[in-house]
């Protein structure tokens, strides 16, 4: 069990250059000290384990990968559960398209706007939501 308040979940798949760079923008990020009860959880899509998880999740699209969202650490029962986005149908500037409606979270834009690429902006925007929840 981790000593960390909230996991990130996030998904993606091997040889992914998206998925890559959204690994190494959360790994940058939670090197900060201001992010140290946050830890990452990777979920390949190209796994059993990975599809499984997809699926519990029940809010991202697989055409919109690689993704995210943010669980913490219920204090009551010990387990960790998805946060729930307080404005789903108000995505924040820094987000935009690419907030997911039910979870805290992110996932992929391929909208001519959106350009395919979750920014470290967004990212830290998302986690920032994460914590004032």
């Not at 650490?73 to 398209?97: F, I, S």
């Amino acid at each position: 069990m981790s000593d960390k308040t909230y996991q990130i979940h996030v998904f993606g798949k091997p040889g992914c250059a998206k998925c890559h760079t959204l690994q190494g923008r959360l790994d940058d990020l939670l090197s900060e000290p201001e992010w140290s009860d946050f830890e990452k959880i990777y979920h390949d899509l190209e796994t059993e384990d990975g599809l499984v998880a997809f699926c519990d999740a029940e809010c991202l699209n697989p055409q919109r990968v690689p993704g995210f969202y943010v669980s913490k650490l219920d204090p009551t029962t010990g387990e960790q559960r998805p946060l729930v986005n307080p404005t789903p149908d108000t995505p924040d500037p820094a987000t935009g398209n690419s907030a997911l409606y039910t979870w805290v979270g992110l996932q992929t834009d391929y909208s001519p706007a959106g350009r395919g690429v979750l920014t470290p902006r967004m990212i830290e925007s998302t986690l920032a939501k994460a914590k004032a929840l």
